[in-house]
């Protein structure tokens, strides 16, 4: 049974610290998201890559976060300095292609705290 | 730009009663419309979606959905619920579908009472 892994599940860190969430797609996916979950905004979308390459980031605090694909099997989220409100739930999904009928696959989140 | 709107936060249920999550939606166009269910630490896993023809849609685990063009709402339904489905219930529209990223409601805990 195909799933989208993420890494670690959980994070604890201090203020300042760089954090880095993994996440590795189904295998033939194409298409990867980074979403973010609060309790005050829900889920939210920060960004995503087909073919490795962004397509949109605009969801994203530039100045601190960045998200990168390096090979088509992971993709990573980086927060560096990280703050207090970065504290949620991060879920990658992996879609298979850029149909509309696409489902999108998400895996089982990386709780962030941030202290 | 496309909004979701999930009125009720919490829903409670008695085990065995029918079940209705509610989901306005703000689009210009025809949309595609998602339920995403959350269960406690998990991931989101899709319950059904709605892109054209037929208004009632079929999912997993004996849930429907219909799409209401005139209302703006694509409503969750269950005839009768089971004890399992106690969890987050999300409704998501796309501009492309799954395609590109999705916006979601702040979703409806579904609290099942014995």
Known sequence: DARVTQTPRHKVTEMGQEVTMRCQPILGHNTVFWYRQTMMQGLELLAYFRNRAPLDDSGMPKDRFSAEMPDATLATLKIQPSEPRDSAVYFCASGPGHRSTDTQYFGPGTRLTVL | ?114
Do not use: M
Request: hydrophobic share 35%.
């Open chain 2, 1 to 114: 730009a496309q909004s979701v709107t999930q009125p009720d936060i919490h829903i409670t249920v008695s085990e065995g009663a029918s079940l209705e999550l509610r989901c306005n939606y703000s689009y210009g166009a025809t949309p595609y419309l998602f339920w995403y269910v959350q269960s406690p630490g998990q991931g989101l896993q899709l319950l059904l979606k709605y892109f054209s023809g037929d208004t009632l849609v079929q999912g997993i685990k004996g849930f429907e959905a219909e799409f209401k063009r005139s209302q703006s709402s694509f409503n969750l339904r269950k005839p009768s619920v089971h004890w399992s489905d106690a969890a987050e219930y999300f409704c998501a529209v796309g501009a492309s579908g799954g395609a590109d990223g999705l916006t979601f409601g702040k979703g409806t805990h579904l609290i099942i009472q014995p």
